[in-house]
């Protein structure tokens, strides 16, 4: 089983339309959990980044944690063709002490005007 | 804002060549990293490294690999004698004491011919 597991996609949805962005995980030590957006050919801009379970909102995003059943989710609320790129969840632990990220494989979005 | 910048931007070389990507990370992170990225593939952890030495490394991170802070403002990964498969795009991290997130360069594109 792969440690962190995301839907490449694509996905495409209208614009204004909430998306729902999901990885699922194995590790349990991990407890940091980010989302990064990156466009084609440039670097992960962070977008949210959440401590152990609950939910975060920041404008338009919401990212959620639920680590009973190791699972994250990023809602993006009134989608925006701005909003196209492929989107990498990332998490970490602190048991190594170097808080490496791992990645999921990302998960293109189209968002169609 | 401050970013992570990093040069250049893309570097063609030949095979069995040695190869130096620069970074300059955030001024006060004194955490540092690198990830690549092969194309279309996700994105993986290579090394960390804080207080002048290697924290952790991956089994990607092989002899031919190896970093450097030559001074208080850059970071360089060298790749000794390039191989075909190391072309990708490399990522260059920072993290700032008492913080988790990551703040990611826009990447060097090393094309190994």
């Known amino acids: 089983q792969k440690e962190v597991e995301q839907d490449p996609g694509p996905l495409s949805v209208p614009e204004g339309a909430i998306v729902s962005l999901n990885c699922t995980y194995s590790?349990?030590?991990?407890?940091?959990f980010m989302w990064y957006r990156q466009y084609s050919r440039k670097g992960p801009e962070l977008l949210m980044y959440?401590?152990?379970?609950g939910n975060k909102e920041d404008g338009r995003f919401t990212a959620q944690v639920d680590k009973s059943s190791k699972y994250i989710s990023l809602f993006i609320r009134d989608s925006q063709p701005s909003d196209s790129a492929t989107y990498l969840c990332?998490?970490?632990?602190?048991?190594?002490?170097?808080?490496?990220?791992?990645f999921g494989t990302g998960t293109r979005l189209k968002v169609l005007a | 804002e401050p970013e992570v910048t990093q040069t250049p931007s893309h570097q063609v070389t030949q095979m069995g060549q040695e190869v130096i990507l620069r970074c300059v990370p955030i001024?006060?992170?004194?955490?540092f990293y690198w990830y690549r990225q092969i194309l279309g593939q996700k994105v993986e952890f290579l090394v960390s490294?804080?207080?002048?030495?290697?924290?952790?490394k991956s089994e990607i991170f092989d002899d031919q690999f190896s970093v450097e802070r030559p001074d208080g403002s850059n970071f360089t990964l060298k790749i000794r004698s390039t191989k075909l498969e190391d072309s990708a795009m490399y990522f260059c991290?920072?993290?700032?004491?008492?913080?988790?997130?990551?703040?990611f360069g826009p990447g060097t594109r090393l094309t190994v011919l």
């Open positions: 959440t401590y152990s379970s």
């Open positions: 590790n349990s030590a991990f407890q940091y």
């Open positions: 990332a998490m970490t632990d602190t048991t190594s002490g170097t808080y490496k990220y791992i």
């Open positions: 001024s006060n992170h004194l955490y």
């Open positions: 991290a920072s993290r700032a004491p008492g913080y988790n997130e990551q703040f």
């Open positions: 490294f804080y207080n002048n030495e290697i924290s952790e």
